[in-house]
C-alpha cells in the first residue's frame, strides 16, 4: 500500500523567506502527486498536480514542486512568502487506476512579520 | 459554477444520536469522494460513489456508517448512534470523470465539523 510521509508538521518562516514543505511517498507503481493547502475553516484547494511530464511543476499562488523518481519525492517550494500564505499544506498521491487519494498528515506553514 | 456545498457546515451530536451529513457536488460532476479529518491528521479516504453506485468503500468503518448518491439530490454520508470518537470534519469531493486513470483534480467542499457530546 502507498503512504505519505510529511517530514514537518510545522514550519515557521519569515515574511518574504524562501519555503521548501518536504514530502516522501512509498509506492511500488507510477503515482500521481498533488499538492492541496487548507486555509482555516475552509476545505482544500489544489495547488498543483504531478501527472507525467516534466518534473518541475508550476501551480497557483507562485507555488512550485519538483517530482524526484529516485528519491520518491515531491517538495513544494516558493521562493517569496507572504503573510497570506499561512495555512495547511497537505500532499497526496493516488495510484493510476485508483480513485482514491491518499493524503500527508500536512505541514502547518506559520508566517511571522 | 457554484464549487461542492456542504451542509451543514457545522453538526452537534449527542452519544447515540443519528448524523446525516449532505455534499452537493459541483454542477456536471457525476464522482464523489468522502474524506474524514481526525483532529492533528490528514485526510482519509472513506467511500467513493458515481450516482446511484458504491463504487469503493473501502474506507469506510463496517458498522454504523453508510453512503448514498441518489440519482436525484444530494450524496450522503450518514452516521448512526453516533460515540465521541466520530468526531471529525467530513470532507466531500467531486470530480466530472473517474480520478483513476487520468489524474483527475477531486474539487473539495468546506466540510462538516461533527461534534459528538
Known amino acids: 500500500a502507498q503512504s505519505v510521509t510529511q517530514l514537518d508538521s510545522q514550519v515557521p518562516v519569515f515574511e518574504e523567506a524562501p519555503v521548501e514543505l518536504r514530502c516522501n511517498y512509498s509506492?511500488?507503481?507510477?503515482?500521481?502527486l498533488f499538492w492541496y493547502v487548507q486555509y482555516p475553516n475552509q476545505g482544500l484547494q489544489l495547488l498543483l498536480k504531478?501527472?507525467?511530464?516534466?518534473?518541475l511543476v508550476k501551480g497557483i499562488n507562485g507555488f512550485e514542486a519538483e517530482f524526484n523518481k529516485s528519491q520518491t519525492s515531491f517538495h513544494l517550494r516558493k521562493p517569496s512568502v507572504h503573510i497570506s500564505d499561512t495555512a495547511e499544506y497537505f500532499c497526496?498521491?493516488?495510484?493510476?487506476?485508483?480513485?482514491?487519494?491518499?493524503f500527508g498528515q500536512g505541514t502547518r506553514l506559520t508566517i511571522n512579520p | 459554477n457554484a464549487g461542492v456545498m456542504q451542509n451543514p457546515r457545522h453538526l452537534v451530536r449527542r452519544r447515540g444520536q443519528e448524523a446525516r451529513l449532505r455534499c452537493s457536488p459541483m454542477?456536471?460532476?457525476?464522482?464523489v469522494y468522502w474524506y474524514r479529518q481526525l483532529p492533528e491528521e490528514g485526510l482519509k479516504f472513506m467511500v467513493y460513489?458515481?450516482?446511484?453506485?458504491?463504487?469503493?468503500e473501502s474506507g469506510m468503518p463496517k458498522e454504523r456508517f453508510s453512503a448514498e448518491f441518489p440519482k436525484e439530490g444530494p450524496s450522503i454520508l450518514r452516521i448512526q448512534q453516533v460515540v465521541r470518537g466520530d468526531s471529525a470534519a467530513y470532507f466531500c469531493?467531486?470530480?466530472?470523470?473517474?480520478?483513476?486513470?487520468?489524474?483527475?483534480?477531486?474539487?473539495f467542499g468546506p466540510g462538516t465539523r461533527l461534534l459528538v457530546l
Open positions: 497526496a498521491v493516488s495510484l493510476q487506476g485508483a480513485q482514491k487519494l491518499v
Open positions: 509506492s511500488s507503481v507510477s503515482v500521481y
Open positions: 469531493a467531486s470530480s466530472p470523470r473517474a480520478a483513476s486513470g487520468s489524474g483527475e483534480t477531486q474539487y
Open positions: 454542477k456536471g460532476h457525476s464522482h
Open positions: 504531478y501527472l507525467s511530464g516534466s518534473t
Open positions: 460513489l458515481q450516482k446511484e453506485n458504491i463504487i469503493d
